[in-house]
T-cell receptor
Framework: QKEVEQDPGPLSVPEGAIVSLNCTYSNSAFQYFMWYRQYSRKGPELLMYTYSSGNKEDGRFTAQVDKSSKYISLFIRDSQPSDSATYLCAMASGAQKLVFGQGTRLTINP | DTGVSQNPRHKITKRGQNVTFRCDPI?????LYWYRQTLGQGPEFLTY????????KSRLLSDRFSAERPKGSFSTLEIQRTEQGDSAMYLCAYAGLDEQFFGPGTRLTVL
């Protein structure tokens, strides 16, 4: 079993829809949780970072962490075609290596 | 601008050749990481530096791989006797407080 599981998709939704992306994890030592966006043939770009259970909002993006269920989510409101990318969840147990999910490929259709 | 540059951006080589990649953070950061990403997968950790010291190496880093960070600023990753299975995107990242910021990557193609 992988430490971090992420549904690879692909996921295709119409413009303006609310998108929900999810990851589960098995290592209870994970303390830091990140979401990255990666466009084709580019490096991952940090979108959201959190270290506590609950919600964190930044514009159209909301990151949610439930440590008791070992489950994290990213919500995108009012999705735009420019949001089309691969979204990667990542987590760490300290100032060390990140463990990534497989990535979910998202397409927003105009 | 991600705060870190990587060169070359793309490298095509023949099996058996040696290749070297370079990572340059724009400003000094104590912690620097290397990851490898294959198609359709998330990045996988390779190794990590705290200043000049290489503190952790993944089992993915076979003896054909070597990484250095001689002055605690830029870093190099060398692959000797490349194999087709080495074809991947090689990503460098520097750490902020706890989050990590990635460079654009070097895409390696081994023919």
């Amino acid at each position: 079993q992988k430490e971090v599981e992420q549904d690879p998709g692909p996921l295709s939704v119409p413009e303006g829809a609310i998108v929900s992306l999810n990851c589960t994890y098995s290592n209870s030592a994970f303390q830091y949780f990140m979401w990255y966006r990666q466009y084709s043939r580019k490096g991952p770009e940090l979108l959201m970072y959190t270290y506590s259970s609950g919600n964190k909002e930044d514009g159209r993006f909301t990151a949610q962490v439930d440590k008791s269920s070992k489950y994290i989510s990213l919500f995108i409101r009012d999705s735009q075609p420019s949001d089309s990318a691969t979204y990667l969840c990542a987590m760490a147990s300290g100032a060390q290596k990140l463990v990534f999910g497989q990535g979910t490929r998202l397409t927003i259709n105009p | 601008d991600t705060g870190v540059s990587q060169n070359p951006r793309h490298k095509i080589t023949k099996r058996g050749q040696n290749v070297t990649f370079r990572c340059d953070p724009i400003s000094e950061h104590n912690r620097l990481y290397w990851y490898r990403q294959t198609l359709g997968q998330g990045p996988e950790f390779l190794t990590y530096f705290q200043n000049e010291a290489q503190l952790e190496k993944s089992r993915l880093l076979s003896d054909r791989f070597s990484a250095e960070r001689p002055k605690g600023s830029f870093s190099t990753l060398e692959i000797q006797r490349t194999e087709q299975g080495d074809s991947a995107m090689y990503l460098c990242a520097y750490a902020g407080l706890d989050e990590q910021f990635f460079g654009p990557g070097t895409r390696l193609t081994v023919l």
